[in-house]
């Protein structure tokens, strides 16, 4: 397949040049929607798509991957998204997924006929219709195909690259030109899709809620004196995303779970409690302790004190969450995913009077 893909470059450079410019003129389909997949092609000027055969716009990191929160919706407004604490971590960079019927890519590849466009036979290799014709009709090459498989049973299947990796060269590792896989059966590729890809998918995906920590004194701390921190038990919950690719049965759900909240004082005059600044999650799900009446002298599980005023600038808070990830999938899959941490910044004025809020 690779011999085929070098002398397809060779034979149209120029046609692969402009296409490697201008990547938009890719067919893909709709990334989180499961929209069905449209066939190649098209002159640029069409934006909808479907399972009739129209064109579909769009660039090389869009999957049929669909995705499902917890929730019920794509995500909460007030949300963001996690960072992985492990840096050397590397999810997939591309795999193999099924694109479309026989039907669909023939309606393409007439469309490609007619507009003179390109269509993607890979996330980085672009042909003419003729070169279609060669692979999908006449079957010129040894590894092609007489009238597009019409009347068999299964779809053809292309790679994808994982967003924000278009510069990754391990994107470079799906580099056969788009196949043929029977119905119910996974390509025997170590780019094909998994479980365990689909987990990481998910990751992406992930929304935490962004919520500010419940601090007293709520408005201005005093120096020397504790600032206590505490969210309650239901503030934060399990977060979980449902990723499923149509067509191949493969699914997985990939849960972040909140295991612990980091204190950043924002300045070096300040302490924290505990003296790490890592609070943990109390078994009923909350952090820290509320503060009560008559606490203002006591060491707060969970809290900081500051022993320099803000003088005017408010000290920058900055409470991490940090959210551990599993899941599970196709046929009893499970796994463990890098940590996720979430920062949110609050500012906290600090006064030099020394009085106690009970």
Known sequence: MKR?????????????????????????????????????????????????????????????????????????????????????????????????????LKAGVERLKKTGGLGAVNAHLFWNSDLFVDQYEKAKAEDGYKNYNLGKDGMFWRSVVRPGHEEDIRAWDCDRVMFWQNAGTIPDDPNAPTPDVLAAYAYDKIRVPDTEIELKPAARSTVNLPTWVWLDKGTFKEVTVRAELPNTGLWAETTAKPVALHLDPGTDDAETYPASGDCTINDDGSIGTPYTKGDADKTPPCGIRYLRASEGKPYQLKASITWQISWEGTDGATGDLPHGTFETTQDMNVQEIQSVNR
């Open 4 to 104: 085929r893909v070098c002398a397809v470059s060779l034979t149209a450079a120029a046609v692969v040049a402009a296409a490697l410019i201008t990547p938009s003129t890719a067919f893909a389909y709709g990334e989180d929607q499961g929209e069905a997949a449209g066939p190649p092609g098209g002159s640029g000027t069409e934006a909808a798509g479907s399972a009739s055969g129209k064109d579909l716009m769009a660039s090389v990191s869009q999957s049929r991957i669909t995705i499902k929160h917890s929730d019920g919706g794509t995500a909460q407004a007030s949300t963001g998204e996690l960072a992985s604490v492990d840096p050397n971590w590397e999810p997939p960079a591309c795999w193999y997924e099924p694109v479309m019927t026989p039907e669909q």
